[in-house]
């Protein structure tokens, strides 16, 4: 039977009624404590949730839902090495991979904690070697860099961390190919020489056609530049295929596997976080576990009350189901999470962008949110606009460290002074009153102050919640990335879908596999629609 999740949900939209009539701005003026009453402290994160529409009532209610939706017993299912993916008849098991403890965990009877921790041990040993030149390419030179030829979750995890980390890295200059665009490897290639370079090939199926394309073009360019046999020092493989790994002509030792209970998604905790490594050395690497790790731990132990990835996620649903907002905006103050937006992107949205109930039954209220976001300033001058005067309200996430950059203090300040300046606004608001004021004490004529007011009124009652951090750090990263999956997970359980499978890219995938031959133009498209027949006929006749 499906859980009666539309019903949990109606029970928001009464809250939500009765909160309407209020505004952030009062809230604050009649409840001085209100920012000690909704904000946490996990340990490594601190998250600001005051500027959100809630008062103790509605979280009480949403924090009901989630004991409802029986969000502590699917955790501890996924916790305990359950199938809680049921349409791939997985468990659900990436925490396993950053457990810091000595105790083994289980999955269908089988140690996973021993394998875990044996490839964790080569991956570090290799690591060691190669970024010290013990291991070097095949004429003797050191390997200064590494490209990672992977896509989705085998490319979109390490490619943030290590741009996230970037203070970090040293000896290894990482790089990353994703697209089957040629453009993506001809631009990666251009700047690199074969004898210093190493290719991981990074795919979980290793049959993803981008990735073997682009993986089969790379073994090309090295052959060609230093002969075939060269190829065994230049490639490693990370992926659940081995013997696939074998066959593209990877060397034993240079496999690192892992296990169909990780997910793509959740996989950079795993040897996909090789390239991460290579880059940052694995003594960085084990804190960014740690930091995962730690997350988890509260995650686990936390009362929900308490608990950051359950009220974010709460908070989510609140403005997804009783709002109707449909994005949510995710803005780092922090230039070098440039790539979490895009990163959190697959992690929500392939997760929960369903329309059907664990059951297979269809879901009949809103699921995931479309998830973006830019790092801040440089949003301000873009899209903020509309997130402060457009029609649509975007709840959103600010992201900011207490310490930046150290070689420029005064950047960092005026850094934080936006970040705070912009939750700040979208809470508040600019009444029309205020915009007359301002407009008489700038001497403006009593006409032109009514033609501008309702230009410059700001509605304010804009939500936002603020996460701060001291450093942008290995560990905290770690936290920050284990905060989302777990907001990701509990969101799934409020909403009853399998968060662990993404059918949805199937389609596309085959039909441009039966496409390629009439793109290639061995085959006639008959069998397509008028659309698709006209624009092979268009493409045909400019190529
Ligand atoms: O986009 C679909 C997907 O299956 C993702 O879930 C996955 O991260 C990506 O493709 C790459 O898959 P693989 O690691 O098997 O190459």
Same mark, same amino acid.
């Given at each position: 039977?499906?859980?009666?999740?539309?019903?949990?949900?109606?029970?928001?939209?009464?809250?939500?009624?009765?909160?309407?009539?209020?505004?952030?701005?009062?809230?604050?003026?009649?409840?001085?404590?209100?920012?000690?009453?909704?904000?946490?402290?996990?340990?490594?994160?601190?998250?600001?949730?005051?500027?959100?529409?809630?008062?103790?009532? #509605?979280?009480?209610?949403?924090?009901?839902? !989630?004991?409802? @939706?029986?969000?502590?017993? $699917? /955790?501890?299912?996924?916790? &305990? =090495?359950?199938?809680?993916?049921?349409?791939?008849?997985?468990?659900?098991?990436?925490?396993?991979?950053?457990?810091?403890?000595?105790?083994?965990?289980?999955?269908?009877?089988?140690?996973?904690? #021993?394998?875990?921790?044996?490839?964790?041990? !080569?991956?570090? @040993?290799?690591?060691?070697? $190669? /970024?010290?030149?013990?291991? &070097? =390419?095949?004429?003797?030179?050191?390997?200064?860099?590494?490209?990672?030829?992977?896509?989705?979750?085998?490319?979109?995890?390490?490619?943030?961390?290590?741009?996230?980390?970037?203070?970090?890295?040293?000896?290894?200059?990482?790089?990353?190919?994703?697209?089957?665009?040629?453009?993506?490897?001809?631009?990666?290639?251009?700047?690199?020489?074969?004898?210093?370079?190493?290719?991981?090939?990074?795919?979980?199926?290793?049959?993803?056609?981008?990735?073997?394309?682009?993986?089969?073009?790379?073994?090309?360019?090295?052959?060609?530049?230093?002969?075939?046999?060269?190829?065994?020092?230049?490639?490693?493989?990370?992926?659940?295929?081995?013997?696939?790994?074998?066959?593209?002509?990877?060397?034993?030792?240079?496999?690192?596997?892992?296990?169909?209970?990780?997910?793509?998604?959740?996989?950079?905790?795993?040897?996909?976080?090789?390239?991460?490594?290579?880059?940052?050395?694995?003594?960085?690497?084990?804190?960014?576990?740690?930091?995962?790790?730690?997350?988890?731990?509260?995650?686990?132990?936390?009362?929900?009350?308490?608990?950051?990835?359950?009220?974010?996620?709460?908070?989510?649903?609140?403005?997804?189901?009783?709002?109707?907002?449909?994005?949510?905006?995710?803005?780092?103050?922090?230039?070098?999470?440039?790539?979490?937006?895009?990163?959190?992107?697959?992690?929500?949205?392939?997760?929960?962008?369903?329309?059907?109930?664990?059951?297979?039954?269809?879901?009949?209220?809103?699921?995931?949110?479309?998830?973006?976001?830019?790092?801040?300033?440089?949003?301000?001058?873009?899209?903020?606009?509309?997130?402060?005067?457009?029609?649509?309200?975007?709840?959103?996430?600010?992201?900011?460290?207490?310490?930046?950059?150290?070689?420029?203090?005064?950047?960092?300040?005026?850094?934080?002074?936006?970040?705070?300046?912009?939750?700040?606004?979208?809470?508040?608001?600019?009444?029309?009153?205020?915009?007359?004021?301002?407009?008489?004490?700038?001497?403006?004529?009593?006409?032109?102050?009514?033609?501008?007011?309702?230009?410059?009124?700001?509605?304010?009652?804009?939500?936002?919640?603020?996460?701060?951090?001291?450093?942008?750090?290995?560990?905290?990263?770690?936290?920050?990335?284990?905060?989302?999956?777990?907001?990701?997970?509990?969101?799934?359980?409020?909403?009853?879908?399998?968060?662990?499978?993404?059918?949805?890219?199937?389609?596309?995938?085959?039909?441009?596999?039966?496409?390629?031959?009439?793109?290639?133009?061995?085959?006639?498209?008959?069998?397509?629609?008028?659309?698709?027949?006209?624009?092979?006929?268009?493409?045909?006749?400019?190529?």
């Amino acid at each position: 039977m499906p859980k009666n999740v539309a019903e949990n949900l109606a029970k928001l939209k009464a809250e939500q009624n009765r909160l309407s009539r209020e505004h952030l701005r009062r809230m604050f003026k009649n409840d001085p404590q209100r920012f000690s009453n909704f904000s946490l402290n996990s340990g490594t994160l601190f998250l600001d949730y005051s500027k959100n529409i809630v008062d103790q009532e #509605a979280m009480n209610v949403l924090l009901d839902l !989630a004991r409802n @939706s029986g969000v502590e017993q $699917l /955790r501890d299912k996924m916790w &305990a =090495g359950e199938h809680i993916n049921l349409t791939e008849d997985r468990a659900v098991m990436h925490m396993a991979l950053r457990h810091q403890g000595d105790d083994d965990l289980h999955v269908d009877g089988e140690n996973v904690s #021993a394998p875990i921790r044996t490839v964790l041990a !080569a991956m570090r @040993s290799y690591s060691a070697k $190669l /970024r010290n030149g013990e291991i &070097a =390419g095949s004429t003797g030179t050191k390997i200064t860099d590494v490209v990672n030829i992977g896509i989705g979750g085998s490319d979109l995890g390490p490619a943030m961390v290590v741009r996230a980390l970037s203070p970090y890295v040293s000896e290894i200059k990482p790089h990353f190919v994703s697209n089957v665009d040629g453009s993506d490897i001809a631009d990666t290639l251009a700047g690199l020489d074969p004898e210093t370079t190493l290719f991981i090939v990074a795919s979980k199926t290793f049959t993803t056609d981008e990735t073997m394309t682009n993986a089969n073009s790379a073994r090309k360019w090295l052959a060609e530049a230093l002969g075939d046999k060269a190829v065994g020092d230049h490639f490693v493989a990370v992926s659940t295929n081995l013997d696939a790994c074998a066959e593209f002509g990877i060397q034993e030792d240079r496999i690192f596997g892992f296990w169909d209970w990780v997910g793509g998604r959740y996989s950079v905790w795993s040897a996909i976080g090789l390239s991460v490594m290579l880059a940052i050395g694995p003594e960085n690497f084990d804190e960014f576990l740690a930091g995962a790790a730690e997350m988890d731990q509260h995650f686990l132990t936390a009362p929900l009350d308490k608990n950051m990835p359950v009220i974010m996620a709460l908070l989510g649903v609140w403005y997804r189901n009783a709002f109707g907002y449909s994005t949510h905006a995710v803005l780092p103050y922090d230039e070098r999470m440039g790539r979490f937006a895009a990163y959190l992107q697959q992690q929500d949205m392939e997760s929960n962008g369903k329309s059907v109930q664990r059951d297979g039954s269809t879901v009949d209220y809103a699921t995931g949110p479309i998830v973006w976001g830019e790092p801040g300033t440089n949003g301000q001058h873009a899209f903020y606009q509309l997130i402060h005067q457009g029609t649509d309200v975007i709840p959103v996430d600010f992201l900011i460290a207490a310490q930046g950059e150290t070689d420029y203090p005064e950047h960092h300040e005026k850094l934080v002074a936006n970040c705070f300046a912009q939750s700040e606004a979208l809470m508040l608001g600019k009444t029309a009153d205020e915009v007359r004021s301002e407009l008489e004490a700038q001497g403006l004529s009593d006409s032109e102050i009514e033609e501008l007011t309702p230009h410059k009124v700001f509605p304010g009652n804009r939500p936002s919640n603020t996460i701060m951090y001291q450093k942008l750090t290995p560990k905290t990263l770690g936290n920050l990335i284990a905060l989302y999956e777990h907001k990701v997970f509990v969101q799934g359980a409020i909403w009853n879908v399998n968060s662990y499978d993404q059918w949805g890219v199937e389609l596309g995938k085959q039909l441009a596999k039966a496409l390629l031959p009439k793109v290639q133009g061995s085959a006639d498209a008959k069998d397509h629609d008028s659309s698709t027949q006209g624009l092979l006929e268009h493409f045909h006749a400019l190529r």
